[in-house]
């Protein structure tokens, strides 16, 4: 079946540096990934759409400077928090959908952020 | 845009009963309804889906319904188990690199052994 691996799984980093989230189809080209924030006890909220080759089509409200997204390979999408501050702590999660399942989406196993 | 709600949030049932989760949607180009389990830490897993041109579908002890007129889709897990514990989020999508999954917001089950 479609594996989606994501890393880190925990990162803690200290105020004002950046970090890199890294999501990687396995065995399957994922043309669309979506990346996802969730805030403990709370629901999945979609932050971005990146489409391999292209530019990645932000959410409103979330700051496409501070969230750089790339998907430059139908295998690896990265999110990079810029600058990172304690409130962008959070739960990271990313989804990524095949051409040849119209429906399907995999989910990675996200990464926890802690900014201090 | 499409706004899913999700009820009830939390839910505790005995071991061996049923359980019920329910949503609704607003957008009526949603054409795919997916239920998550999401344990502690982890990311979400799918457990069962269903498409807009089918009204019900099942998988063992979980069981999905769609009623499209309504705009809303349910869960259902017979014979629950302690490791059915976790909290589940339907969503919704008009579908493929079309679309992207707007969840509820969640209900956290616990089964009582």
């Keep these: 079946g479609a594996v989606v691996s994501q890393h880190p799984s925990r990162v803690i980093c200290k105020s004002g540096t950046s970090v890199k989230i890294e999501c990687r189809s396995l065995d399957f080209q994922a043309t669309t990934m979506f990346w996802y924030r969730q805030f403990p006890k709370q629901s999945l909220m979609l932050m971005a759409t990146s489409n391999e080759g292209s530019k990645a089509t932000y959410e409103q409200g979330v700051e496409k400077d501070k969230f750089l997204i790339n998907h430059a390979s139908l295998t690896l999408s990265t999110l990079t928090v810029t600058s990172a501050h304690p409130e962008d702590s959070s ?24 900014v201090v | 845009g ?58 063992q002890r979980i069981a999905v ?41 969640g209900t956290k089950l616990s089964v009582k052994p």
Excluded at chain 1, 91 to 114: K, M, N, V
Excluded at chain 2, 36 to 46: N, T, V
Excluded at chain 2, 67 to 83: D, G, R, V, W
């Design chain 1, 91 to 114: 739960f990271y999660i990313c989804s990524a959908s095949r051409p040849q399942d119209f429906y399907g989406y995999t989910f990675g196993s996200g990464t926890r952020l802690t």
């Design chain 2, 2 to 59: 499409e706004n899913v709600e999700q009820h009830p949030s939390t839910l505790s049932v005995q071991e061996g009963d049923s359980a019920v989760i329910k949503c609704t949607y607003s957008d009526s180009a949603s054409n795919y309804f997916p239920w998550y389990k999401q344990e502690l830490g982890k990311g979400p897993q799918l457990i069962i889906d269903i498409r807009s041109n089918v009204g019900e579908k099942k998988d």
């Design chain 2, 65 to 105: 319904t769609l009623n499209k007129t309504a705009k809303h889709f349910s869960l259902h897990i017979t014979e629950t188990q302690p490791e059915d514990s976790a909290v589940y989020f339907c969503a919704a999508s008009r579908g493929g690199s079309q679309g992207n999954l707007i969840f509820g917001k």
